[in-house]
Each structure stands twice: as structure tokens, then as C-alpha cells.
């Protein structure tokens, strides 16, 4: 199944959920929540970890992105 997910998507279902994790909480950060508020939104616990997978899917620090 895992096989087949990267196949049809492109990404393992690790990567595609954290894309649409950062996606979400970048949708939350651009309507003006907070960078804590939006991380806890989609389920980041460790708002380092969050910013270090923000920054490597979007290219820019969560707390930028709003100025972007």
C-alpha cells in the first residue's frame, strides 16, 4: 500500500500529511493566528520542530511568513 501511494502521489504518506499540515497552518498564519496557534492547530507539539518542517516545505520561517 505504501508502494502504491508514493506511486500514484509522489510522496510517502509521511511527506504528503506534513505537506498538508504546513499547508493548513499556513492557511491559519495568513488569516492572522499566531505561529504557536496554528503549529497546535495541526498537531505540531514542539513549535521547534515545527518551524524547522515550516521552513523546509515553505522556504521561509513560520513567523515570515505572514510578511511575505
Sequence with gaps: MKEGFRLTIGKSIHAYLRT????????????????????????????SHFSKAFRAEKGVLPSRYGAV
Design 20 to 47: 498538508t499540515r504546513i499547508e493548513a497552518a499556513a492557511d491559519l498564519i495568513s488569516a492572522g493566528a499566531s505561529v504557536t496557534e496554528a503549529a497546535l492547530a495541526v498537531g505540531f507539539e514542539n513549535l
